[in-house]
């Protein structure tokens, strides 16, 4: 039986809102991730980790990746306005090659997941939705889970439409970096537990983060 592995996308918001403490408190958590993920050959060998950031433009500053493998991780740098739409595209265009490369590589390929990370509204407001549509098209086979995390400016109706299984909106009660350190603890406790609790039949699921301290969890929108 092929091995299994299950993609995990961290998709961030680096628009000039991020700048100080938001930006900083997620720079100094991609090293602990890298720490925690590549430092357990278990996890490692059935997650691969993907870092896009995105303003009014997107970027791939790591490429889907066995993080055992990688010697160091990428900052986010924040500058420039919030469009969804582009990183919904450049999302959909990553995940077809990722799936593709790692099904040529022989692995059975779990639906990936992402979490998308904001503090504001998005600046393309008409055009976001018919990007997001597309990503989340029940046609297209390699659609991910989107877990989407809001701070700040966010908007909970907003999170609910990025959102397809859960979301999550800062309650206030911690300040941006605490919050971002939270938010940061779950996406290494998913991968982890995602990598190392097996199924009855011995196959691997997505373990999704129940709360978050600092956030309110709130129901993905129903379409």
Request: glycine share 6%; with cysteine; hydrophobic share 40%.
């Amino acid at each position: 039986m092929s091995e299994q592995v299950l993609p995990f996308y961290l998709v961030c918001d680096e628009s000039s809102s991020m700048a100080g403490e938001p930006i900083n408190a997620i720079n100094q958590s991609l090293p602990e991730l890298h720490q925690e993920i590549g430092s357990n050959p278990v996890v490692a060998d059935k997650t691969r980790f993907c870092l896009i950031s995105f303003n009014h433009e997107a970027q791939v500053l790591l490429p889907l990746s066995d993080l055992s493998n990688v010697t160091s991780m990428p900052a986010v740098t924040p500058s420039g306005g919030t469009d969804y739409g582009t990183v919904f595209d450049l999302l959909r265009k990553t995940i077809d090659q990722d799936v593709a490369r790692l099904k040529t590589e022989g692995h059975q390929v779990l639906r990936p997941a992402v979490f998308f990370l904001t503090d504001g509204q998005p600046n393309d407001t008409t055009e976001w939705p018919a990007a997001h549509q597309r990503i989340t098209d029940p046609s297209w086979g390699p659609r991910p889970n989107i877990l989407a995390f809001g701070f700040g400016a966010r908007d909970e109706k907003t999170l609910a439409q990025v959102a397809t299984i859960r979301a999550f909106a800062s309650d206030g009660s911690l300040g941006p970096a605490h919050a971002l350190r939270e938010f940061a603890q779950s996406l290494i406790r998913s991968i982890v537990r995602s990598g190392t609790t097996a199924n009855a039949d011995g196959s691997m699921s997505l373990a999704l983060p129940d709360e978050v301290p600092g956030f309110t969890t709130i129901p993905a929108d129903v379409i």
